[in-house]
């Protein structure tokens, strides 16, 4: 009997998911250090919480059934679920309660970490993605939103983009809890407001379906709609494309148009001048109660299929004033902002806003490996200068090694024979232009620099 064959492990990864190359880690880690000068300028404290948290811990998402609600990536361990985080906002409200007696009010902290969605992925759409949060924990008023819009406004400045190139909108869940008020049922208004928050990446008319009976997606997947009445779908999605309240009806011009007129004012205080109030910004997450908003990039990019598109949001964020209160008796309102770091990588290196220098090495090429002590003097020499550089760690000879060089894209070569060894002057090849130079040992450090 023939034995089976051993199937191979696919080498693809699975859908959601990404591998970062050098030249996408040191663009995202220069930005990552404009963040982080900016939040200590801004008086952020940095912390950091665990990837998985109790299932109960991070919202909604609790024990149904067999597991946990879709969204999350979870498993139980003993009699207990636990999840990866969705967000850094839920292990924040956890954090705060516990630590209630010990941080200061009001709290602000700032956090990058990797977070996990359970969803269908997509163009754009990752399963598992790099986000900054910066958060005001214990304080309603909404001067810390305006804050946190110009701490934004700065970090893209930072990285190379001007005003007309990206573009904050704000609305209030209060505004849409009250154009929802005929909505009873909870968890229907959660599935309007989270198919409102499909707007600008489906459009009116796709929305108008996920309002209704529901929707099929390119891939024939089928969404179930909330079933609104036509009239209710209509009433709703006209209020939402009206920025200018004309037509909102009278119960609609009570505590949310306060509260944006207010936000308005804080806004002007900081002469904030790029950011405009837009209803049909949602936020799709359930524990936002007030001031809410979304940054958008303004200009294309280029996406994986080769398609020129508008690239849109980044990031966003809003109130939560009673998201702690989960934990016990609480009263902490706050607000936050979270920045996909990935998309806003994404879009820059197309944008070319920053230029990164790769410093890749120069390579040491092997002769003799009865030479190697010749080498390390090289190597050792190059390293205390500070510039880039190895000694060729392969098998291969002298065309191998270049063939190595050249796709490391290194700036250059040093080769070092018997006869440059009888020298006692090494042969420098530029492999830009292909020129070669004799230079002594000593000298190697000042000529490469003058190629690097």
Known sequence: MAKDKKTKPSKELPLGFLDREEKVLKFRDLIISKIKEIMTVYGFQYLETPSFEYSESIGKFLPDKERPDEGIFSFKDENRWLSLRYDLTAPLARYVAKNFMEIPKPFKRYQLGTVW????????????????????VGTKNLMADAELLLMATEILK?????DNEF???????????????????????LKVLRSLDKIERLGINE???????????????????????????????????NPSFINVSKNIKGSAYSQINEFKKCLELFNLKNIEFDPSIVRGLEYYTGIIFEINLN????????KNIKFGSIGGGGRY?????NFGDYNLPATGLSIGL????????????????????????????RQFKEYIKI????????????????????????????????????????DEIRSGKATLKNLETGNESSVKIEDLPNEIKKII
């Open 379 to 418: 190597v050792k020499l190059l390293r205390e200068a500070n510039i880039n550089s190895e000694i060729y760690s392969g098998e291969g000879k002298l065309k191998k090694q270049m063939e190595y060089a050249n796709k490391l894209r290194s700036p250059a070569v040093i080769l070092y024979g018997d």
């Open 158 to 162: 930072s990285c190379g983009l001007k």
């Open 207 to 241: 929305v108008k379906k996920l309002l209704g009976k529901g929707r099929k997606d390119e891939s024939g997947d089928f969404t179930q709609g909330a079933s609104l009445p036509d009239k209710q779908i209509d009433f709703i999605l006209k209020q939402v494309k």
């Open 321 to 325: 004033d009673n998201l702690i209160n």
């Open 299 to 306: 200009f294309e990019v280029t996406n994986y299929d080769g």
């Open 117 to 136: 969605r359970n969803e269908k992925p997509g163009p754009g759409r990752y399963r598992e993605f790099l986000q900054l949060d910066a958060d005001f």
């Open 167 to 189: 573009k904050i909108k704000f609305s209030s869940r209060l505004f849409l809890n009250e154009i929802l008020a005929d909505v009873k049922d909870d968890s229907v208004k």
């Open 342 to 369: 990935d998309r806003l990588v994404y879009a820059l290196m197309q944008k070319q806003s920053l230029q990164i220098k790769e410093n890749k090495p120069v390579v040491i090429c092997v002769f003799d490996n």
